[in-house]
């Protein structure tokens, strides 16, 4: 089965610009997850989406960041206005259902640099 | 609230030597743990995961782990290393019928696998 897709690979922009990123999960599975991995760290969940529908975003730093999952497939995530602390590889990543025993499949993603 | 420890920042171990990479955990309740493997430029990988049963857990590519609830653990393991086999490995522990409480990850321990 093809995996988690994500784009872009890799980004640079200067502080105060948005980006976005995307995010295609594997076919079928409902529950998509974002994740922000700084280095040195292990990945800290930003936002979970069951289908199109919000189940967590308690760790989401509202004021600048920003996701949406429309027609429960694919999913954007968006940071307005960037800040050097938000330079990380966001990770995409899927799962078959909300079952929290499900492993996640995650994508290889998208190294973001805010200089 | 749940938190993995991964007390060792890097492990290095000899190709065909046995390999053990820790995990401590701290939750409220029976956990479910796991441990995925992060080779460079990728996401994370699944490799095993413990739910109930059988303490010892077999996973992908000759891995396994033990849990041991005593002593809060869930090291990962594996007879004869593989230079293959450096990369990044993450522990993670869940808390199930809990709400929705997210996959919480460990900061990662590198393991070098030298010939």
């Known amino acids: 089965e093809a995996g988690v897709a994500q784009s872009p690979r890799y980004k640079i922009i200067e502080k105060r610009q948005s980006v976005a990123f995307w995010c295609n999960p594997i076919s079928g599975h409902a529950t998509l997850y974002w994740y922000q991995q700084i280095l040195g760290q292990g990945p800290k969940l930003l936002i979970q989406f069951q289908n199109n529908g919000v189940v967590d975003d308690s760790q989401l730093p509202k004021d600048r960041f920003s996701a949406e999952r429309l027609k429960g497939v694919d999913s954007t995530l968006k940071i307005q206005p960037a800040k050097l602390e938000d330079s990380a590889v966001y990770l995409c990543a899927s799962s078959a259902g909300q079952g929290e025993n499900s492993p996640l499949h995650f994508g290889n993603g998208t190294r973001l640099t805010v200089t | 609230a749940q938190s993995v420890a991964q007390p060792e920042d890097q492990v290095n171990v000899a190709e065909g030597n046995p390999l053990t990479v820790k995990c401590t955990y701290s939750v409220s309740g029976n956990p479910y743990l796991f441990w995925y493997v992060q080779y460079p430029n990728r996401g994370l990988q699944f490799l095993l995961k413990?739910?109930?049963?059988?303490?010892l857990v077999k996973g992908s590519y000759g891995f396994e782990a033990e849990f041991n609830k005593s002593q809060t653990s869930f090291h990962l393991k594996k007879p004869s290393a593989l230079v293959s086999d450096s990369a990044l490995y993450f522990c993670a522990v869940r808390v199930p019928y809990s709400g929705n409480t997210p996959l919480v990850f460990g900061k990662g321990t590198r393991l070098s696998v030298i010939a």
């Open positions: 413990y739910i109930t049963g059988d303490n």
